[in-house]
């Protein structure tokens, strides 16, 4: 009778040995599959992020031009009035000399 246990401790280890395997089997390809998602995110993490700091370049870009026209366009209008109020100075010198 003794003898009649161990073919089924074997065939337990056996079973035991094969579940170990698959169950190993099944973490490494879990395993595989996270470093693939990881893999995935950071390249879609760095297109986004070279998409962004384009539009930003692009914001700064067009920010800074129309700050420079705005800033000539109003630099011009204060020489453009300076200009006039110093017209009507010379005149009014002008005509009050005669």
Not at 14 to 26: G, H, N
Not at 56 to 79: D, K, N, P, W, Y
Request: proline letters at 1%; glycine letters at 4%.
């Amino acid at each position: 009778m003794h003898s009649n246990f161990k073919p089924k401790r074997k065939s337990f280890h056996l079973v035991s040995d094969k579940a170990y395997q698959l169950f190993f089997q099944i973490i490494e390809q879990s395993v595989k599959a996270i470093e693939q998602s990881v893999k995935a995110f950071s390249h879609t993490f760095r297109q986004s992020v070279g998409a962004f700091s384009q539009i930003l370049r692009q914001s700064v870009g067009a920010f800074s031009q129309i700050l420079s026209q705005s800033v000539g366009a109003f630099s011009h209008s204060v020489i453009s009035s300076f200009h006039t109020l110093q017209s009507i100075c010379w005149f009014r010198l002008y005509t009050q000399s005669f």
